[in-house]
């Protein structure tokens, strides 16, 4: 077998598996033998680049350079539909294409309404060549880059099935519930702020200027409508759908021929509940005429098809009394209404509290104590409350105020411009933000000292032993246990962690002191730029901008960390405690220039390390991890499976092969 031909198989063997998994959500193979032939096409790719191609299933992994999207206008416009509420409001639209179709009879395919965002994909000879976005409907942003790296997306159709040499298809990327789940958790754990629900977590994650992000959030598509000249003139909504399922494409669930009203509203009685067991989030159902030639004889009007009409799902809505407004103060002194009600049954769970958001939503809301209030659990997961049954207010209620000062310290409370939220300033005294601090100080990722948790955080707090993280290095056994001998062996317990905290990297401690915005990536991206606390201190806006991946709204909010006496005060307290604020000497010894001026190229399967441990490895040693074998490159790293092929460019060009042995040795 070629080279070239061995790419080709393995890109189409790659492509089967990939549509096994995210399409058919059958897969054949481990996931083992999976990231083998991939690995083994990347090498492949790698050595012989003038095979590349942009629709490989190597490219689905993304990349980091940045893109600003081109602006591109759509062959077609991208309509919208209008939306219906009511069984009678679904009736009328039957009966209108009923009188607009004289008399004649005609099938309604309905389909599942993907709550996310429209795209149009466009395909030529097999291949995707252009994802768009709906934009304002007539042009959208080119995001192509981004779409190649959802996996449900085929990049190449199935050979000889059938397809049309030029067509777009249309449909809706999503972001599935459990990806929307992690995403947001990862996020609250880096204090980054939360999606709202899963539609704007996609349409974040689609604009992301760095394909490689979009390659990780798990993303997905279902399509439902074609588009093209050479589709037949008579052809069908529901049997084009089905064929371009067998093409590769994952296409709307359920979708069915209605004959009449009444299996219509079966349809639609039957996904109102069935819905809630979909992976991804739907808000209604879409009924389309099935005949093109229909379609074209009903026609459109300015805005929409009148052969098409969406019915949307109520969201699940419950009435109950609202008793109290109480607000939370988070640990960056964000203040948060929230809603205390009478507890009431609400899909599936009993609700009782329901986040009012900020100040400015709860006043639109116009809320009085005692207030029957809607609460809607619609594509957030958060219950909230969406409005007041007036008729039941009686004249003794008193309105809902925006508390003015911190119900925790009594600080008067400050709104920055351009937020919603209200904060605390009370930074140094306010208990919640204060152990909050604290909580995040010890947390896994910090500092890791898991002998202490939140409870007994509160614990020494509310007894005077901690007042801030630098006092948690001055905890003694007999301090912890005061009177209480039973105590003994969790204090020294307790003690004893703290104590080796101090064997925690300054990285993580750059992490764990709680500079706003400052999450464990960007915590080590600046402690190995800036390699002491020292030289982190003194750094300018500008400095902290040269870093890659930092951007203004990050380096501002390092320098007015230090910027505060208090804080310069803390930091103080802990070097004096001997926590590392440095990048060691071990670290720092890692450092060679064994490798300098030598250009690398990594192959093949490894046991020791990874693929990305080898990289930095190599950069830690002063050495250039390079993509292709070339005159100029110094030597291969070889693992097992390096191809005859490679083999045989590096002995051509004269390059040597080190192994994984001989690697290791070598540095
Ligand atoms: S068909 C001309 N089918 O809902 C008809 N749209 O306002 C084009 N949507 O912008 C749309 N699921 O983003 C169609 N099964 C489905 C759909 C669907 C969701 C979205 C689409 C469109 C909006 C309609």
């Given amino acids: ?130 994802a768009v976005t709906r934009g304002d409907g007539v042009k959208g942003d080119d995001v192509t880059a981004n779409v190649r790296t959802i996996r449900s997306i085929p990049l190449k159709l199935r050979e000889g099935s059938g397809y049309p040499r030029e067509f777009e298809i249309r449909g809706e990327i999503l972001m599935p519930w459990t990806s929307f789940e992690k995403l947001n958790e990862e996020r609250a754990r880096r204090e980054e702020p939360l999606f709202a629900n899963p539609r704007n977590a996609a349409s974040g994650t689609l604009k992301s200027q760095n394909s490689k992000v979009v390659a990780q959030r798990g993303l997905d598509a279902y399509l439902y409508y074609l588009l093209g000249d050479e589709f037949q003139a008579d052809g069908y909504q529901y049997e084009n759908l089905q064929e371009a399922a067998s093409w590769g494409f994952k296409i709307s669930q359920g979708m069915r021929k209605c004959r009449t009203i009444d299996e219509v509203l079966d349809f639609i009685d039957y996904w109102d509940k069935e819905r809630k067991n979909l992976p991804v989030a739907t808000d209604g159902i879409v009924l389309k005429v099935n005949s093109f030639r229909q379609q074209r004889h009903l026609g459109y009007t300015s805005k929409s098809p009148r052969w098409a009409i969406a019915y949307k799902f109520k969201a699940e809505r419950a009435c109950t009394r609202l008793n109290e407004v109480t607000y939370q103060v988070g640990r960056t002194g964000a203040v948060t209404p929230v809603a205390n009600m009478d507890p009431v049954q609400l899909a599936g769970t009993v609700v009782k509290r329901a986040s009012l958001h900020n100040a400015d939503v709860m006043n639109d809301l116009d809320l009085h104590i005692g207030d029957m209030v809607y609460v809607e659990k619609g594509g957030e997961i958060i219950p909230k409350v969406v409005g007041v049954d007036k008729n039941q207010r009686t004249p003794d209620m008193q309105k809902v105020e925006f508390i003015k000062t911190c119900p925790e310290c009594g600080a008067n409370l400050v709104r920055y411009e351009g937020e919603a939220a209200h904060y605390c300033p009370n930074d140094s005294s306010c208990p919640p933000q204060i152990k909050g601090r604290i909580e995040h100080f010890i947390s896994r990722k910090a500092m890791n000292i898991d002998s202490l948790g939140a409870e007994t955080i509160d614990d020494y707090y509310q007894r005077g032993l901690i007042h801030d993280i630098s006092d948690l290095y001055t905890l003694t056994v007999s301090d912890i246990c005061g009177t209480n001998k039973n105590r003994v062996k969790s204090a020294q317990k307790v003690v004893e962690g703290v104590k080796s905290s101090l064997n925690v990297p300054f990285e993580r401690v750059v992490f764990a002191i709680g500079i706003r915005f400052v999450g464990e990536t960007t915590a080590k991206l600046i402690a190995r730029h800036f390699q002491s606390m020292d030289a982190l201190r003194h750094a300018t806006v500008l400095d902290l901008m040269e870093v890659d991946g930092v951007g203004q709204v990050i380096a501002e909010s390092v320098v007015k960390f230090f910027q505060d006496d208090k804080n310069v005060e803390i930091i103080g307290k802990l070097t004096a405690h001997g926590l590392q604020m440095s990048v060691s000497e071990e670290q720092k010894s890692n450092q060679t220039d064994r490798l300098s001026g030598k250009s690398i190229v990594i192959s093949g399967v490894f046991q020791k390390h990874s693929r990305d441990e080898y990289k930095a490895i190599i950069e830690q040693n002063g050495g250039k991890n390079v993509g292709s074998i070339s005159k100029k490159t110094s030597f291969i790293l070889a693992g097992e499976n390096m191809g005859p092929s490679k083999l045989e460019k590096a002995q051509s060009l004269g390059v040597s092969i080190v192994s994984e042995e001989e690697f290791l040795k070598m540095i």
């Fill in 1 to 130: 077998m070629t080279p070239r031909e061995e790419i080709e198989q393995l890109r189409k063997e790659l492509e089967q598996h990939n549509y096994n998994y995210y399409v058919l959500n059958q897969p054949t193979i481990s996931d083992f033998d999976f990231d083998q032939m991939m690995y083994r096409l990347q090498d492949l790719e790698m050595f012989y680049p003038q095979f590349a191609d942009s629709n490989s299933p190597t490219q689905r992994v993304g990349s980091d350079l940045n893109q600003s999207f081109k602006t591109v206008a759509h062959k077609y416009p991208m309509l919208s539909l209008s939306n219906t509420y009511n069984e009678q409001e679904v009736r009328d639209f039957y009966n209108r294409v009923k009188e607009g179709l004289e008399g004649e009879d005609f099938e309604i395919c309905a389909e599942m309404k993907y709550d996310g965002l429209s795209i149009s994909l466009t395909y030529i000879d097999g291949e995707l060549v252009q």
